[in-house]
């Protein structure tokens, strides 16, 4: 089991930048690979950008790609999410979560662990 704490949410205004972090504990970190979603109100969990274990590639979806980097820092155990230009659609609860180890990095079933998420707000 692994636990997950995401932060570095908040409100920014169009074309800002924010920067995301999930600090990992429980299990070792440097044997999974981590996702970041987003879930918007009334809208189904969506793939943001995924990253293999250390030296593995990343994966983006077609909407953040360019804008948005995926890193991870396993001296201490924390994921992060680079956002920038942000766009009032990139508003959405972001949460990170860890791979199960099997099936694409896009799938939100292929992920075991999940933080409770941080708020992302852009306006216009």
């Known amino acids: 089991q692994v636990q997950l704490v995401e932060s570095g949410g908040g409100l920014v205004q169009a074309g800002g930048s924010l920067r995301l972090s999930c600090a990992a504990s429980?299990?070792?970190?440097?044997?999974?690979?981590l996702g970041w979603f987003r879930q918007a109100p009334g809208k189904e969990r969506e793939f943001v950008a995924a990253?293999?274990?250390?030296?593995?590639?990343?994966y983006y979806a077609d909407s953040v790609r360019g804008r948005f980097t995926i890193s991870r820092e396993d001296a201490k155990n924390t994921v992060y999410l680079q956002m920038n230009n942000l766009k009032p659609e990139d508003t959405a609860v972001y949460y990170c979560?860890?791979?199960?180890?099997?099936?694409?990095?896009?799938?939100?079933?292929?992920?075991?662990?999940w933080g409770r998420g941080t708020q992302v707000t852009v306006s216009s």
């Open positions: 979560a860890t791979a199960a180890g099997y099936g694409s990095p896009i799938i939100p079933n292929n992920y075991d662990n």
């Open positions: 429980g299990r070792t970190f440097t044997t999974y690979g």
């Open positions: 990253i293999e274990r250390s030296g593995g590639r990343n």
